[in-house]
């Protein structure tokens, strides 16, 4: 059901680009059309963002916080369907513009693009819409130490786990209580596995992981290196837990897990290169047995 209606949020946030002249924010500005002749959606929707917020006179938006919101709520609607270039240019200049008007008014900036995009109960989630915001409260140094804290820890999350970043190389403690860095772990491609031992869900994972024979195949030929973390400090119950696991996988305990990872409830996976580059996450694990096939399947070939 909730993928049922995230698809029809999504649907009905493409109809904001088909906007008729005329659109706006509860009448605190009009929003830009775009000309007859730009068609398709991607081009409407680059051109939507790209000019939203010429016609807005700032300081008249800032006393009208529910419209502001509103405008701010269709602002980053849209985002999914435009170019991640137009997207990023356009969140900039807002940016750019907000610092200059003080510490108070970035902090809101930011408190808004945490709502609509960073929260549990925003419609749009979107982790790269969330960073440059956080980025700019975390930064400014006018803004309360409280408040500076809160979006610095958000910025750290984002700038270590988003698609493209690289995970620091992190500490972590065996089941035999050795000591080591993720960087002496990762070879080839790296599933990164968030593990509770007690989680049955973690425990049927495991179980399809360790008897799938093309996970098995990559592991063994060094093409594939998977990761249990335990996100928490090594403890009894998960030492004696691990002692059962695939001997050839590396299964650790990461203490400050949860400072780079925020609050991720395992099971959670994350597919990393052997430079600890994040290339996806989220991904279910019927889709990794399916890749992991595709991979065998073409190597073989070769």
Not at 20 to 34: K, N
Not at 114 to 142: C, G, R
Not at 169 to 178: E, I, Q, V
Request: charged fraction near 25%; charge should be negative; hydrophobic fraction near 40%.
């Amino acid at each position: 059901m909730h993928e049922v209606m995230k698809k029809l949020i999504y649907i009905l946030l493409a109809l904001v680009a088909l906007l008729p002249a005329g659109a706006s924010a509860e009448g605190l500005f009009v929003y830009p059309s775009p000309p007859d002749s730009v068609m398709n959606l991607q081009p409407r929707c680059d051109y939507i963002i790209s000019r939203f917020w010429d016609r807005c006179n700032f300081d008249q938006a800032l006393v009208h916080p529910a419209e502001f919101n509103k405008a701010f709520g269709d602002w980053v609607g849209i985002m999914p369907h435009a170019s991640a270039d137009t997207v990023h240019a356009s969140i900039d200049r807002l940016l750019a513009r907000f610092v200059k008007k003080g510490a108070d008014k970035t902090l809101a900036l930011a408190q808004l693009a945490e709502n609509w995009v960073y929260s549990d109960t925003s419609q749009l989630y979107s982790e790269e819409i969330m960073l440059p915001f956080a980025t700019a409260a975390a930064h400014h140094k006018k803004i309360d130490k409280k408040e500076r804290a809160h979006f610095a820890a958000i910025e750290k999350v984002l700038s270590s786990t988003n698609i493209g970043c690289t995970l620091p190389d992190l500490a972590f403690t065996r089941a035999d209580s050795s000591e080591g860095k993720l960087s002496d772990v990762c070879r080839g491609s790296v599933l990164l596995f968030l593990n509770e031992p007690d989680e049955p869900e973690c425990s049927f994972m495991r179980i399809r992981f360790d008897t799938d024979p093309n996970t098995r195949e990559l592991i063994e030929d060094g093409e594939l290196t998977i990761i249990t973390v335990y996100p928490h400090k090594a403890d009894e119950k998960w030492t004696s837990a691990a002692k059962d696991y695939p001997a050839n996988w590396q299964n650790v305990a990461i203490e400050d897990f949860d400072e780079y990872f925020g609050k991720a409830r395992a099971p959670q996976l994350y597919f990393l290169n052997s430079a600890r580059k994040m290339l996806a996450k989220g991904m279910s694990q019927d889709y990794l047995l399916g890749a992991f096939k595709y991979t065998n399947e073409n190597r073989a070939k070769k």
